[in-house]
């Protein structure tokens, strides 16, 4: 599920960030659990993931108390989802 999602926020995410709207496909879904996403664009995969680990913010996702996680990537645009599908 975690995945399939990602999947697509992937897809999303060139948009989002032209429209200067990032993370507003993911937050205006009303998912009834608690999320947060990791996004990135223009970089390799590993290039990504490092630009995660090195940013503060982000790292404290990837570190967080999350059960569940999945990293998907379209081309240079990647998201990576975190939840432990906690009901809001």
Aim: charged fraction near 15%; glycine fraction near 8%; proline fraction near 2%.
């Amino acid at each position: 599920k975690v995945c399939e999602l990602a999947q697509v926020r992937s897809a999303e995410i060139i948009g989002e960030i032209q429209n200067g709207t990032l993370h507003s496909g993911l937050y205006n879904r009303n998912l009834p659990y608690w999320i947060t996403e990791n996004a990135k664009y223009g970089s390799s995969e590993q290039g990504t993931v490092a630009w995660w680990l090195a940013s503060s913010l982000h790292h404290e996702s990837i570190v967080g108390d999350y059960k569940y996680s999945c990293v998907e990537c379209q081309g240079t645009n990647c998201s990576q989802l975190f939840t432990s599908f906690v009901p809001k």
